[in-house]
């Protein structure tokens, strides 16, 4: 029986996470949902999914602060996250992304085809690099 994949989307926005929710949920994962950066590191600590998707921008901490957290917590540090967001990302973001070892980030506006695509991709990798360990 395969294993099935987890994805947590932790935005404020309910109406992102209904929709790339949904088009995850019919690419055949498994989502979870968090409406703010606190409750999602509460989340990837208990349920351990294989994929954050992490809005850069909400009202309680932005994303990088929460990508941070992760990256410093043993339970999540192991977790890709992809950054999903509505801002254009800047060469100082860029470089803050890969230091916080954000995989890739996205612009809410993708075509569904290709975040799915992208989102595949982060996770062929990241278990390339579990395995190697």
Same mark, same amino acid.
């Given at each position: 029986?395969?294993?099935?994949?987890?994805? *947590?989307?932790?935005?404020?926005?309910?109406?992102?996470? #209904?929709?790339?929710?949904?088009?995850?949920?019919?690419?055949?994962?498994?989502?979870? @949902?968090? =409406?703010?950066?606190?409750?999602?590191?509460?989340?990837? #600590?208990?349920? =351990? &999914?294989? *994929?954050? *998707?992490?809005?850069?921008?909400? &009202?309680?901490?932005?994303?990088?602060?929460?990508?941070?957290? *992760? #990256?410093?917590? &043993?339970?999540?540090?192991?977790?890709?996250?992809?950054?999903?967001?509505?801002?254009?990302?800047?060469?100082?973001?860029?470089?803050?992304?890969?230091?916080?070892?954000? +995989?890739? @980030?996205?612009? +809410?506006?993708?075509?569904?085809?290709?975040?799915?695509?992208?989102?595949?991709?982060?996770?062929?990798?990241?278990?390339?690099?579990?395995?190697?360990?």
């Amino acid at each position: 029986m395969p294993s099935v994949t987890h994805i *947590l989307i932790i935005d404020n926005d309910p109406m992102i996470r #209904r929709l790339f929710g949904g088009v995850l949920a019919n690419a055949g994962f498994e989502v979870l @949902y968090s =409406q703010d950066g606190n409750e999602g590191r509460e989340i990837a #600590r208990r349920m =351990q &999914p294989d *994929l954050i *998707l992490l809005d850069i921008r909400m &009202p309680d901490t932005d994303g990088y602060v929460i990508a941070r957290r *992760l #990256r410093e917590e &043993p339970k999540t540090s192991h977790i890709p996250v992809i950054f999903l967001t509505n801002e254009d990302i800047s060469a100082e973001a860029e470089k803050a992304m890969k230091e916080l070892w954000v +995989k890739d @980030y996205m612009h +809410k506006s993708i075509d569904l085809k290709e975040f799915i695509k992208r989102i595949k991709k982060v996770l062929s990798d990241s278990k390339i690099e579990e395995k190697k360990k």
